[in-house]
């Protein structure tokens, strides 16, 4: 089967900047604003989870910051986003569990093979990532867990609801990264998902099978280590994998088509994926 043709996008990435904007606009002023009025009603009564908040989202972001995973911005993004998810499930049985561990996996994954993936010219920028991909990656599932988000839709935020479609947000997050950075070294031929035809290693849309086992498995320690933390059923669990593998294809089409033409931007692209992912996982826990 021939490689697949270039395609030329319709727009540069410059001119769709307005797209990682309004991915930040739509989560993270609704996320600080809920953080503030949260820790302000918590203060009275519950004045050291508010202060655990603090210290665990700061040291968090910083140690983000001083490992070049994240730009100054992006700690910043950090910062809040963190601090919502320990509001959300505060203690030991917490969400941040989770949340640590698509950092530790998808920080690795992308330090994996760094030489080769520069020599590619597909590297991530050492600077870290920017606070526009952290909302894109973390937005939805940080926004899962706000009851007022849902009661907005005229959904009852039942805990079973909220849970299942944060895990499914933060593992379809991991499988996505995961897949991406480690595909491209692992090996493996490289094919773009809507025609099977091989394409470079890097290319918009294309999959592995190395890549996708890689970023399954993550999904799997992600959604296992959310299920033994917070107060999930297995067939929760079960949903929330499913949920994120199927989010992890429909990222992969989301780059195939729209992204390659120029129609969205990859802040765009993880953004709905998660979306998905999260819809889907809460359609599902509401049908079983």
Request: aromatic share 6%; hydrophobic share 55%.
């Amino acid at each position: 089967m021939p490689p697949e043709p270039t395609l030329q996008p319709g727009r540069s990435p410059a001119t769709l900047r307005w797209q990682s904007q309004a991915v930040l606009l739509a989560t993270v002023p609704f996320a600080g604003t809920w953080v503030t009025l949260q820790a302000a009603a918590a203060w009275p009564a519950h004045a050291s989870v508010v202060c655990q908040a603090a210290i665990i989202s700061i040291a968090f972001a910083g140690l983000a910051y001083a490992l070049r995973a994240a730009t100054l911005g992006a700690a910043a993004t950090g910062v809040i986003f963190v601090a919502s998810v320990y509001l959300e499930t505060p203690g030991w049985h917490t969400a941040l569990w989770p949340l640590l561990a698509l950092f530790l996996l998808t920080h690795a994954a992308t330090r994996y093979g760094r030489r080769r993936k520069e020599a590619m010219g597909i590297a991530e920028a050492r600077r870290g990532r920017r606070a526009s991909q952290v909302a894109a990656n973390l937005g939805v599932a940080v926004l899962a867990g706000v009851p007022p988000v849902l009661e907005r839709i005229g959904v009852v935020p039942a805990p079973r609801l909220l849970l299942t479609c944060m895990a499914a947000a933060l593992a379809e997050a991991t499988a996505d990264t995961v897949s991406s950075e480690m595909g491209q070294v692992l090996g493996g031929e490289p094919r773009m998902i809507t025609s099977l035809r091989r394409v470079p290693a890097g290319t918009d849309g294309a999959v592995s099978g190395a890549g996708t086992l890689a970023g399954c498995l993550g999904a799997a320690l992600v959604v296992a280590i959310a299920a033994l933390v917070l107060p999930m059923r297995r067939s929760d669990a079960l949903i929330a994998f499913a949920a994120a593998v199927a989010g992890l294809f429909f990222d992969s089409l989301l780059g195939a088509i729209p992204e390659r033409r120029g129609w969205l931007n990859n802040d765009a692209v993880n953004a709905l994926s998660t979306l998905a992912s999260a819809v889907l996982a809460g359609v599902a826990v509401s049908l079983f």
